[in-house]
């Protein structure tokens, strides 16, 4: 492949899986606690919650980017604070990392809040009642049967999170070797001439990759609907 791609866009592919893995990672914790959260309780501002969540699906990615550049830039809201202690997002791989998870989130979270929905709650009732905790009742319960819908919104957040472009270049911009991620190179590459040819194999690897995230997460949500039916 190093030889089918030039260094510039070997260099944007590793980073898009790099940035991609870390917006998964780090995301995913609270992606499980915010579709429990959503699936089980009843609060006041549930609904806001939920729109909170959704949000970056009907924004424009864009103004997602600005808002972020707004928050966590090295003047922004939060982002002055963390540059105290030597933490930056702005025109790093970081925000790029962060852009992405927050693009990528409403789809873990639905993903897992679907699976954690299809859990017949008398099952942890009958376990509660039984003495166990809450939280151990979540651990050899809930987490067991839902862990198809969790590998689904994982698999999901990380082929979104490889193709998230617009947030991504408003927060971090287009640098290459540091923020320019496959969609970002792509776009490089077609506006120069004679770019067409690398930006082609990009978007061949582009198409790949989500083909395959979308067949995976197809195969994990027939499990779960296997297991609901009891086969």
Known sequence: ?????????????????????????????????????????????????????????????????????????????????LDQIGIVFAFRWTGAALAAAIMAFPLMVRAIRLAIEAVDPRLEHAASTLGAPRPWVFLTVTLPLILPGILAGAILAFAKAMGEFGATITFVSNIPGQTQTLPSAIYAFLQVPGGEAAAARLVLIAVAVAMAALFLSEWLSRLIARRIRGA
């Open 1 to 81: 492949m190093t030889d089918w791609l030039t260094p510039e866009a070997w260099q944007a592919v590793r980073l898009s899986l790099k940035v991609s893995l870390w917006a998964v990672a780090a995301s995913l914790p609270l992606g499980i606690l915010v579709a429990y959260a959503l699936a089980r309780w009843r609060f006041p501002g549930h609904g806001l919650l939920n729109g909170l969540v959704h949000l970056p699906l009907v924004l424009p990615p864009v103004v997602t980017g600005y808002l972020l550049l707004l928050a966590f830039g090295r003047r922004g809201w939060v982002g002055q604070w």
